[in-house]
Each structure stands twice: as C-alpha cells, then as structure tokens.
C-alpha cells in the first residue's frame, strides 16, 4: 500500500525537525565542548547521532512506502547558552515540542486511516516518552545537586551509552 500525499507531507515535515533536533544537539554539543565540559559534549553529540537515525528511519519509512522524501531548509539553531543546567532545560521544552509534533504525525495517520503510518508513529510516541525522561532525570541531577557538583554530573552524562 503506497502511502499517500498527505501522510507523505505529514512525515516530510517531521524529518526536517527530526534534522532540526540532530542540528540543535551537535550545536549544543560544540557549545559544551567550548565550554570545556566534555561529558556534556559527548552526551549531545550521542543525542545529535540519535536525532539523525530518527530522520533517517522515517525517510525509509516513506520511501519504502513508495512515497518521496523531500529535504527543505533547516531553521539555523542558537548558539549560546548561559550554562549546562540552561542548556538542558531548552532541551526539555525541545523534546516536549518534539512530542506534541510526533502527536500531531500520529494523529494525521489516524485521520488518514492509515495503519501501517499509525503503528509506526507509535513506537516514536513511546521513544519521546523515553527522551523527556532521559532529560528530566538530568535536570533532577542539576536540582538535587549543590552547584559546585556540576562537574560530577559532566562525569555522569560522559558514560552515556550509544
């Protein structure tokens, strides 16, 4: 079953801000680097990577579904940030929007009865469960820590996994 131009519209939009996201996150992760936190650094970068493989599942999903993938301009990201704690509190307001995005996807499948798109939507509604988690666990390390331990939580996040 090919998929069809309004669902094919629905996913091209969600690509380009899945390559916002790896773009927001690799620039994240160039500030920390800069900043000399590189736990920090390759925590982003890890999450840049995963941000990416996101675009590119769901731009083989499409085509796969005889559908085309078009690429459009990318909105430049900030470049500052005031500090480490900062930084992921705009990544919690970023996946929150990612999750109201994936939704709307989800929500353009069920209007489109579209139940192959619907079942693949709901395995990135169950990932941006996980994401914000991820992200609130680290402001919770930011909370509940005295400032003078941010370097520990920099140790932390260097131990990320792929």
């Keep these: 079953m090919n998929i069809n131009k309004t669902m094919q519209d629905a996913f091209n939009a969600q690509i380009s801000q899945e390559l916002y996201s790896s773009n927001l996150y690799l620039q994240m992760a160039f500030w920390f680097r800069k900043e000399g936190w590189k736990g920090f650094a390759t925590w982003m970068a890890k999450q840049s ?3 990416k493989r996101h675009a590119m599942d769901m731009a083989d999903f499409v085509l796969n579904r005889g559908g085309e993938v078009k690429l459009t301009a990318i909105e430049a990201v900030p470049t500052e940030w ?3 704690k900062e930084v992921f509190e705009a990544t919690m307001a970023h996946e929150q929007l990612i999750s109201s995005l994936i939704d709307k996807l989800a929500e353009v499948a069920d209007e489109q ?3 192959a798109a619907a079942n693949f939507c709901d395995k990135y509604v169950d990932e941006q469960v996980e994401e914000e988690r991820s992200v609130r666990d680290i402001l919770n390390l ?3 820590r005295d400032g003078h331990t941010v370097a520990n939580i920099d140790d932390i996040l260097g131990t990320r996994p792929e």
């Design 113 to 115: 009865k579209d139940r």
């Design 82 to 84: 005031g500090s480490p």
């Design 49 to 51: 990577d995963e941000e």
């Design 142 to 144: 930011f909370r509940h």
